[in-house]
């Protein structure tokens, strides 16, 4: 398995909160995305990096931050979390492009807005 | 917005049968990837079919595509309950990186 690895894998937490996941990865890749996966929906592009401290914006990213200051790390932050934010977000690497290459995923971060 | 639809959303067999799963989609790609999720786990890459190939295999799984009735199909043969997952298309219609996933097929495979 690739070596990524998602905090936290369960967080609760209350509308009006800031929340920060963290995605850390062993590989080296150059790219790393942040996804949810909602029913009937299934897995939406929230942002994505193309290297240290370079970001661009998904398919639904309002509500969301990221970061990158190292290549090993990417962060999430939902700068005042909302209830439609509840969700399963994945984290994802790739070496090249995305759509050139696979992504490997971390098992997750299931996240409940209260 | 969706550009990969999979059909059927939910597929049970019998152990050793053989699975069909398919993905339509909107737009020219240059790429289509199948992925397999078990349930609560991450995504796992399974295979990645090129826009001027018809035709991949890797084990048990076997993918096609049509270019021209912009579809895939996804075979497992003889399958097994450890093929008990959901399975993603998803396409890549241009050079941007990002993949456009599809709501996903639910396969139960009976033992």
């Known amino acids: 398995d690739a070596g990524i690895t998602q905090s936290p894998r369960h967080k609760v937490t209350e509308t009006g909160t800031p929340v920060t996941l963290r995605c850390h990865q062993t590989?080296?890749?150059?790219?790393m995305y942040w996804y949810r996966q909602d029913p009937g929906h299934g897995l939406r592009l929230i942002h994505y990096?193309?290297?240290?401290?370079?970001?661009d914006k998904g398919e639904v990213s309002d509500g969301y931050s990221v970061s990158r200051s190292k290549t090993e790390d990417f962060l999430l932050t939902l700068e005042s979390a909302t209830s439609s934010q509840t969700s399963v977000y994945f984290c994802?690497?790739?070496?090249?492009?995305?759509?050139?290459?696979?992504?490997?995923f971390g098992d997750g971060t299931r996240l409940s807005i209260l | 917005s969706q550009q990969g639809e999979e059909d059927p959303q939910a597929l049970s067999i019998q152990e050793g049968e053989n699975a069909t799963m398919n993905c339509s989609y909107k737009t020219s790609i240059n790429n289509l990837q199948w992925y397999r999720q078990n349930s609560g786990r991450g995504l796992v890459h399974l295979i990645l079919i090129r826009s001027n190939e018809r035709e991949k295999h890797s084990g048990r799984l076997r993918v096609t595509l049509d270019t021209s009735k912009k579809s895939s199909s996804l075979l497992i043969t003889a399958s097994r309950a450890a093929d008990t997952a959901s399975y993603f298309c998803a396409t890549d219609n241009g050079n941007t990186g990002k993949l456009i996933f599809g709501q996903g097929t639910t396969l139960q495979v009976k033992p």
């Open positions: 590989e080296n890749h150059r790219y």
């Open positions: 990096s193309y290297g240290v401290k370079d970001t």
């Open positions: 994802a690497i790739s070496e090249l492009k995305g759509g050139n290459q696979p992504q490997h």
